[in-house]
């Protein structure tokens, strides 16, 4: 073997893999803190499903999904904007994607917001010791709601290609049945051809069949030919008969 082989790895090279792997690894999670961040991620699919999927209908638990998706990443973006570290359950939106869906303002509590009230006003104040809850519920609405967007483009995709099918089947049907009209229409013409030349070929057969009287030869004899007629016995009167 050659001896680039089996020399040693570079140290520089190695170092730089090892702080490009800490770059995109991020800091090192305990196995304590991976095993929460798995009950707490648990506990948001099961305010989903069954807290706000099965109570609600379809439309409605996707409309309220977008809204607290909506709400999360605003305040993940900004989290010092203090127009998305609230909502008011007042506000019609609000109103009727989150207090009156069933299930969704359970959601919203568990990312840390809280009820309070500000000049007579009912809020919900998001607490900021809740960043890792709010940043978990944000990644499990943003997988439900992209995992029943792509559930809803195959249903779609599906239903397309079974009306596909069956446009294609009644187009089938009808070419199949033009098709049968055209051929019996030939068919039709051929026997209507073949029985016109077979009256043709019987009158042509009835014509040559039927025996017509000819002349005679010219140099044809008539019977009796080369005899002469002999004229008849001349009459004789007889004498009256003897009487004594």
Do not use: C
């Amino acid at each position: 073997m050659s001896s680039e082989t089996n020399s040693p790895p570079d140290p520089e090279f190695l170092a730089a893999a090892a702080q490009r792997r800490s770059a995109t690894t991020g800091p090192a999670v305990s196995g304590f803190e991976l095993l929460r961040q798995h009950e707490q991620r648990q506990k948001f699919r099961r305010l989903i499903d069954p807290g706000i999927l099965r109570p609600n209908s379809h439309e409605a638990a996707m409309a309220s999904l977008k809204i607290l998706s909506k709400i999360s990443e605003n305040l993940l973006r900004e989290p010092e904007n203090p127009k998305f570290r609230q909502f008011k359950s007042t506000n019609d939106t609000i109103r009727r994607h989150l207090i009156e869906t069933k299930g969704a303002l359970e959601y919203a509590i568990e990312m840390g917001f809280r009820p309070e009230v500000k000049e007579f006003q009912p809020l919900y104040v998001w607490n900021e010791r809740k960043s890792e809850e709010l940043r978990l519920g944000a990644q499990i609405l943003q997988e439900t709601i992209e995992l029943a967007e792509k559930k809803s483009a195959r249903s779609q995709t599906s239903a397309a290609e079974a009306k596909a099918a069956t446009e294609a089947v009644k187009r089938n049907a009808l070419l199949a049945f033009m098709d049968d009209r055209k051929t019996k229409m030939l068919r039709d013409q051929r026997d209507r051809h073949n029985r016109e030349v077979r009256a043709l070929h019987r009158q042509s057969v009835d014509g040559e069949g039927t025996i017509s009287p000819s002349p005679p030869p010219s140099n044809a004899e008539m019977p009796g030919s080369g005899h002469v007629l002999s004229s008849p016995d001349p009459v004789v009167d007889e004498p009256p008969p003897y009487r004594d």
